[in-house]
């Protein structure tokens, strides 16, 4: 039985293995033309090189995918704070009944208009891929870090109007038997809005790493049962020499203080280093995006490449062999991948149908922003002449969802003269902190030019959460060495570092700078 906190800890430390399969289909009349999410034609060529091009992802073969069992979706039901669910709702959950919702077997939704595979779509989107298979007792209590008090005021989990907590979510798979569900879509891409409004899609705030500071507080063996997890997580071949290996004497309270360092927004995530977090994107607009992740990793020219990006990051990436080296070997004792994934220790490999990731990014496609309360007045009118007088829009273009679709080189990187991007790569570089796409899996050399859609609600900010807002990102003191970042503080230890890079905006007078951020906020 795993503790709920390991459980939680793969969780909250992104991911365990989790990816999709085709599967027997549901009527033809209601199925249209849906894209095969792994074509050994098109992986070898679906993301950019790695920033050690010898290191660059060799993914499995299609044969091999499509063996690996489909995860069956369950009904869900929604986890509350202990002082807002309703009374007796606990002990309803224990009387229920198990209910598969979609397979690739005998179960399948409705799916025969627009509406119907965004419904399902969006059943995806909140089902949880990682389910604690530890029994929680009659009282749920037991286990439940969800039921304690303690754990809302030491993590600073945020809860809808309803008391509901949007990031977990209670799964019945045996009757009598409570047990609680992470790492769906919507626990990074859910943003809870002041007022207890949560907005699917966008930049997640859950406080990821002051849950997992939680868990090391209450668990600190932790520390050490999970060395194989960190690695699977964030092992880089060629660094030389390994920096997970100096962690491996780190104190449990360590861990804790670079954990509460990382700012919610932003998240240590697979194939980065434990202390490289990343901020979590915004998935509302993406349709219009040519690359997916901040360092331009994976084309975006269809939404087959939005399946194959889900399939991906829920696990499949965990199979691919980088130098030869395979992630998920680490949680199987060095062995190798088994030749049937069938055969792969339970849960271990598992994956989405094609016609499940088909609807969930159907759904993402359909997702619209939150009504935006900044009014386009005249301080807002003379922030759009700045960022016209500024030549802001070479880069963000108002026509192209103010981004320009391009590859910006981090300080140090040698683009090589037949890069398959090159025309996609700006002459010009900006200077921002290269170490996460030059010192992480999810390297490419590069950071994408991120659209400034939707900054009124995101936050925090630059490729890191280096900065907590669109104020702090203006103020050109965050240049100086003295500063003490808003955001991510930095590696363990770190007071006071520079925020650097990016320095257009930072000359301007306090009231072009404040006018230039409420232009910004209509966005």
């Not at 390991?6 to 033809?28: E, H, K, M, Q, S």
């Not at 994976?298 to 030869?324: E, K, P, T, V």
């Not at 999810?442 to 900010?461: E, Q």
Request: charged fraction near 20%; include cysteine; glycine fraction near 8%.
């Amino acid at each position: 039985m795993n503790h709920p906190s390991t459980v939680r800890y793969i969780g909250l430390a992104v991911l365990i293995a989790n990816t999709a399969l085709v599967a027997a289909l549901p009527p033809a009349s209601s199925t249209p033309a849906i894209p095969k999410v792994w074509d050994d034609a098109i992986m070898p060529t679906l993301e950019l090189p790695s920033v050690e091009p010898a290191y660059s992802p060799q993914q499995i073969k299609a044969d091999y995918y499509y063996r690996i069992p489909v995860r069956p979706i369950y009904r869900s039901y929604p986890v509350y704070r202990p002082d807002k669910e309703p009374k007796g709702y606990y002990e309803e959950l224990l009387k229920k009944e198990p209910e598969i919702l979609w397979d690739d077997k005998e179960h399948w939704p409705e799916l025969k208009t627009e509406a119907d595979w965004l419904r399902a779509g969006e059943m995806v989107f909140d089902s949880p891929s990682v389910i604690d298979n530890g029994q929680i007792d009659a009282s749920g209590n037991a286990h439940n870090f969800l039921r304690n008090p303690a754990w809302y005021q030491h993590t600073g989990t945020p809860i809808t109007a309803d008391g509901k907590v949007p990031f977990y979510s209670y799964v019945i798979r045996e009757k009598g038997k409570v047990e609680i569900g992470t790492l769906s879509c919507t626990m990074c891409h859910t943003r809870m809005m002041p007022g207890g409004v949560a907005i699917k899609g966008a930049q997640g705030n859950f406080p990821f790493h002051q849950a997992i500071a939680e868990d090391m507080r209450n668990n600190p063996g932790l520390a050490q049962t999970n060395r194989p997890l960190e690695r699977l997580l964030y092992f880089t071949p060629w660094l030389k020499p390994d920096p997970l290996a100096a962690r491996a004497g780190m104190s449990a309270q360590e861990l804790v203080t670079e954990f509460d360092q990382i700012t919610p927004g932003a998240l240590a995530r697979h194939r980065l280093l434990p202390y490289q977090p990343v901020q979590i994107p915004d998935l509302i607009g993406v349709q219009s995006r040519h690359y997916l992740d901040r360092s331009g990793l994976q084309h975006h020219r269809d939404i087959a490449d939005l399946m194959r990006y889900a399939a991906l990051n829920q696990g499949a990436d965990f199979l691919a062999s980088s130098g030869g080296w395979v992630p998920l070997t680490e949680m199987m004792g060095g062995h190798p991948l088994p030749e049937d994934p069938k055969n792969a220790p339970p849960g271990a490999i598992e994956r989405y149908s094609d016609e499940q990731l088909y609807a969930l990014a159907r759904y993402v496609y359909s997702l619209k922003p939150p009504t935006n309360p900044n009014p386009f007045n005249a301080i807002a009118a003379r922030g759009k002449q700045v960022f016209a007088d500024e030549g802001c829009a070479k880069c963000h273009d108002p026509k192209q969802g103010f981004t320009n679709n391009k590859l910006i080189a981090a300080p140090g990187f040698v683009v090589p003269a037949d890069h398959p991007e090159r025309a996609y790569i700006m002459n010009r570089r900006v200077g921002t902190d290269g170490a996460m796409t030059l010192t992480t899996r999810r390297g490419t050399g590069f950071y994408k030019v991120p659209s400034l859609l939707g900054v009124w609600y995101r936050g925090p900010f630059e490729h890191n959460g280096s900065v907590a807002t669109l104020e702090d990102w203006f103020d050109p003191h965050r240049l100086d060495d003295n500063y003490v970042p808003t955001g991510w503080k930095g590696p363990l230890g770190t007071k006071t570092r520079a925020v650097k890079g990016h320095e257009f905006g930072l000359d301007l007078s306090s009231d072009e700078t404040a006018a230039l951020i409420a232009y910004l906020k209509t966005l």
